[in-house]
């Protein structure tokens, strides 16, 4: 994974390696109050997260995401996004196909980059996946 300057290129980096099966884990913080909260899942600090998306790659293929409008602000030091996402994916186990119409939104952080300068510039600290539907 090349480096991405900007939070608005690490949301669409990650996209990119969702569908291309990618290791997931370098685009979150490793932070204790990193949080990600999915379609059927609330995972807290960056342990979990990360162990949740090893075995999301390691089970699952042949993804899907489209953006359909993806809103990313640079407000110096964090980032806000928010997208809705058509997403779908088949598990390998099973092959049973998935598809969702969701929103996704989150915060990323900017890091300094010195520890390890190609790494992204930005790193998510907050996630939330969730599929909409009718009351």
């Known amino acids: ?32 109050s990193t949080v ?18 090893e075995a999301q790659t390691e089970t699952t293929e042949k993804w899907v995401v489209e953006s359909q409008g993806l809103a990313v602000t640079d407000r110096g030091g964090f980032a806000t996004f928010a997208d809705e996402v058509t997403m779908a994916w088949t598990e390998t186990a099973t092959g049973d ?16 980059g010195a520890d390890d300068p190609r790494a992204n510039a930005w790193q998510f600290v907050a996630m939330h996946v969730s599929a909409p539907r009718e009351l």
């Open 97 to 112: 196909r998935h598809r969702f119409d969701s929103r996704w939104s989150g915060t990323l952080v900017e890091r300094d």
């Open 36 to 53: 990600k909260f999915g379609i059927s899942e609330s995972l807290f600090g960056g342990d979990d997260v990360a162990a949740a998306l």
């Open 1 to 32: 994974m090349p480096p991405s300057a900007s939070a608005e290129a690490v949301v669409r980096d990650y996209y990119d390696a969702l569908r291309d099966g990618d290791p997931l884990t370098p685009y979150f913080s490793d932070a204790d």
